[in-house]
């Protein structure tokens, strides 16, 4: 195009993104509003399931009142009906918990490829059309089956927003205050919840289907509100960058800054965006659809920077996330709470630990750009180790059903509730965030996807699995509070894992990341500092690139790129 405007990027680290402005946090915090799906669903069919409507609605079974006066004494047959009797096998509750995890697993994997060919703006956009058509199932369910239906379609629709949300955030949001912005999505998830209990609370008590339609209608507020606001916001600068729509690129990422397009900052961070595509692109070459799945699992898993390791480092953080136990207690708090036979109201309980975990979660918006992602995933990893190993001690001790110790539970509850706070300001929001800051552009939307149907998939398999674990009927486990020692247990290699292979990302661009990776181990990298930019490395400071669509950019071959950074870094 004659006349395009030329940008030649920076050799000054310092300058490769424009100053943080109130827009950039406007635009983010509005993006995390799509955590409120995730948090909303998560909290409303824990405390549906302990519903006494919901319960006969869907199992056919008389109310307690109808069949024994009612006593407080815990061996009385009315007790003794609702503890063995009165309430959905841990098969159906399976069920209805977990095909939603298994709608999202598959819909975060295919919303990778959908935000790579129509934008990270317009899948999320799809994404909530699609939670509506499910949303409209379970409304309107009076048996498991329909109700199933919903779920699964309900399930895609929370996969395409959990995932590219993630992405689109981690994208436009500045560096300084990336970590802090994408914990956002974390808070907006625990106010899903907390908004779940109180709806559930309120209505717990109708004779009605109002008792459960009401909650799950109120899901299409959230889905129509963050739709029709990302109608307004701009599309992530990085889209077009992979796109090679340069002009449209330009244009994003000065909407995104609050800048003039013209602006040093904005040209400079433009260019530094191309050059790491660039070379990207050069060091796995994506000639076809299958090549840009199997480029994810590229190289050694052994080399920090790999795309395999990337991705392996993904899927386990997610993984991790899931195996804290943390979605045991949102899930099943009120029938846990209900087992340990001395909660008058269960449902309050609930409410209770859903209020920590939102007044814990704003912590990390200054720990995690304070002290860091991998040092705060290593102390909320020994943190959650105290607390539930104290909680499994409580409950096989003083805390028995048997010992009816009303302090001792009360003390279980208090150590559950610390619980939450360690993992609400840690593990909750910086897992996270690390996945959507480790993957290169070429592969990012398929990484995020991909880490994010991780998180799904255990989370689909812990609701398969919990019901036996706990429940009292024949061939269940009847764990009770011994479950804790396996949530314990398994924070161990949550910390171990934090602590060999999750990176210090703190304070970096999504491209200085990824130079970082290549340089050193995690164990090292909160001491990295960068010393050179992907556009003086690639040569593009020196040639330019034209600001037009379907530009032709010219960078160094991998090996000079490669050697320019050795000897800067040696410098």
Known sequence: MPGATVITGTTDTSRIEAPVTVRAYLICAFAAFGGIFFGYDTGWMGGVLGMNYFIRQYTGLPYPADLYPFSDDKNSDYQQYIKNTFHLTARDQSLTTSILSAGTFFGAIIAGDVADHIGRRSTIIVGCLIFCIGGIFETASTGLAVMCVGRVICGAGVGFISAIVILYMSEIAPKKVRGALVAGYQQCITIGILLANCVVYATQDRDDTGSYRIPIAVQFLWAIILAVGLFILPESPRFYVKKNKLEQAARALARVRGQPIDSGYIQDELAEIIANNEYEKKVVPQTSYI???????????????????????GILMQMMQQLTGINFIFYFGTVFFKSLGTISNPFLI??????????????????????????????????????????????????????NNHAAVSAMIAFICFNITFFAATWGPAAWVVIGEIFPLPIRARGVGLSTSSNWFWNCIISVITP??????????????????????LCMISFSFAYFFVPETKGLSLEQVDQMMDEVTPRKSAGWKPHTTFAEATGLAEKGVALENDAHVEIATVEQVEETIRQKSVA
């Open 291 to 313: 090549e840009g799945w199997t480029n994810c699992f590229s190289g050694s898993i052994f080399k920090g920077n790999s795309n395999i390791r990337r991705t392996t480092v």
């Open 350 to 403: 609930s409410l209770i630990t859903t209020l920590v975990n939102v007044c814990s979660t704003p912590l990390s918006f200054w720990i995690v750009e304070r002290f860091g992602r991998r040092k705060i995933l290593l102390v909320g990893a020994a943190g959650m180790i105290t607390m539930q190993f104290i909680v499994g001690i409580i409950g096989v001790t003083a805390g028995r059903e048997s010992e």
């Open 468 to 489: 036996y674990l706990v429940g009292t009927d024949k061939g269940d486990a009847n764990l009770g509070a011994k479950v804790f020692f396996l949530w314990g247990s």
